[in-house]
């Protein structure tokens, strides 16, 4: 085969995983827009807990609601079929990888997912809970009703569910660079006094400006950036390349002059 024939056969292999992908996510949405209205309750419980008692979130747009569900609808349908469109990358791109870096590769692409979960339900669960309350107390003091659109916290929440989310990447981050020889593990360690300091820095700018809030992100990013200094070590000695092994041991007597056994 020509290579002008296996361009075109991997353009086309191509081509049709994007539209196995975009099949599964068309049918993740029609049945994540039915439930919609149940997924919005869902996600907006950290605002109904806030809420000063016998108040409910609003609409104050007509077509507010609509737009706000189909966005719920179609970024839930993505987060579903995550797991398909990984694997049909992963099928197309691992005919052409060495054995070591398939290795490298399938707990790389696991292991994003997996961060980028917890990363939103960490969120989820603490952060948004404590940012509402720390809002409300304020407003409580201004002794105006407390009346919240639903539209504006959703797009709040999903602010904060993107930067959790991409923060939580931290040891993908570290196992990428380390894998690429752009840093080493031992490198990752002398740079942990800046870390912490950074942390407290990102904490800062994303999340509300209380202590509480700041410590709630800067401690797990201190402990993602440990976790992936160990798992950076593991991986890296775990997909070592055989090629350069073998190299390796063939650099030793063979690369000099022979050793004679014979005796005198």
């Known amino acids: 085969m020509s290579q002008e024939e296996s361009f075109v056969s991997h353009l086309v292999e191509l081509r049709d995983r994007i539209i196995r992908s975009l099949v599964v996510v068309l049918l993740m949405f029609g049945v994540c827009f039915y439930f919609s209205g ?21 609409f104050t747009d007509q077509a507010g609601a609509f737009f706000t569900l189909t966005k719920v609808a179609f970024l839930t349908a993505v987060l579903a079929s995550l797991p398909w469109i990984l694997y049909q990358a ?14 490298f590769a399938l707990p ?16 989820y669960t603490f952060v948004l809970p404590a940012a509402y309350k720390f809002f409300f107390a304020f407003a409580s003091q201004t002794g105006a ?14 602010a904060i569910f993107f930067g959790f989310g991409l923060t ?5 981050v570290e196992m990428l ?21 950074g942390a407290f ?20 990013l201190i402990l993602l950036y440990e976790l992936g200094i160990w798992l950076a070590g593991f991986l890296k000695a775990r997909s070592r390349n055989p090629e350069a092994d073998a190299d390796e041991d063939e650099g030793g007597p063979s690369s000099g002059s022979p050793v004679s056994t014979e005796k005198p």
Not at 38 to 58: R, W
Not at 210 to 220: E, G, K, N, R, T
């Open 38 to 58: 149940e997924i919005m309750k869902f996600l907006s419980q950290p605002l109904y807990q806030a809420l000063p008692p016998g108040t409910k979130p609003i």
């Open 90 to 103: 992963w099928a197309f791109v691992a005919p052409g990888l060495y054995e070591h870096e398939k290795k």
């Open 108 to 123: 790389l692409i696991v292991s994003s997912v997996f961060f980028l979960l917890v990363g939103i339900g960490f969120a």
């Open 145 to 158: 009703d407390i009346m919240q659109d639903l539209q504006k916290y959703w797009d709040f929440t999903l």
């Open 168 to 172: 939580f990447e931290v040891p993908v």
């Open 177 to 197: 660079l380390v894998k690429l020889g752009m840093v080493t593990p031992q490198q990752l360690r002398e740079a942990r006094r800046y870390v912490i300091v």
């Open 201 to 220: 820095v990102v904490a800062a700018v994303l999340t509300p400006p209380d202590v509480i809030s700041q410590f709630m992100l800067a401690v797990p």
